[in-house]
């Protein structure tokens, strides 16, 4: 009895060496990016942040943020807008399809007619729907990183701004 126990725990500490040995010897998956994209989600320009949550095998799930100056006017200072996006991305090797779904707010420009007859405007809070298919070309071990994207745009008022963006930057 007793030698057949120390043979099941030989066999489970040998299982327990190869199965490490296996693990060890895969290599790490890039699951955070950083990049300037030209355009996209925050109109203009933005810095992005991005971690990948869902780092499967064929499709990877993850979520940026972003941080941009939207120009006000000459007189005052610019304005932040924050692009939000949940994205997927297919392929286990270096080019991707890749889509998504994001929230961009912003403060806009609001108009309201006055008692007299007189329009002023107001700024308020306002958020834009960015929908997004796009081209990504990042390498499973991380480096350098480029998106091309075609970003249609739902604004606030309800109409669609047919917009694309390009990012470059590095994954790690």
């Known amino acids: 009895m007793k ?10 500490m040998g299982s327990l060496l190869l199965y490490s040995h296996t693990t060890f010897s895969q290599r790490v998956e890039a699951r ?8 996209g989600n925050a109109y203009i320009y933005s810095l992005n942040y991005e971690r990948i949550f869902l780092p499967e095998k064929y499709i990877k799930v993850g979520a940026r943020a972003g941080i941009s100056l939207l120009p006000k006017n000459n007189l005052t200072a610019p ?16 080019h991707h399809f890749e889509t ?13 007619a006055g ?10 809070l306002q958020a834009a729907t960015t929908f997004r298919l796009g081209y990504r070309y990042q390498k499973p071990e991380g480096g350098f990183m480029l998106r091309a ?21 590095k994954s790690f």
Do not use: Q
């Open 3 to 12: 030698r057949m126990y120390r043979l099941l725990i030989l066999a489970w």
């Open 115 to 124: 008692a007299r007859g007189s329009d002023y405007e107001r700024e308020r």
């Open 100 to 112: 998504g779904i994001g929230l961009t707010p912003f403060v806009g420009y609001v108009t309201y």
């Open 32 to 39: 955070n990016a950083l990049y300037l994209e030209m355009g």
């Open 149 to 169: 994207g075609y970003m249609p745009i739902l604004n606030p008022d309800g109409y669609m701004i047919f917009w694309a963006g390009i990012s470059i930057g």
């Open 79 to 94: 304005y932040p807008i924050v692009p939000l996006e949940v994205l997927a991305f297919t392929g286990k090797r270096n």
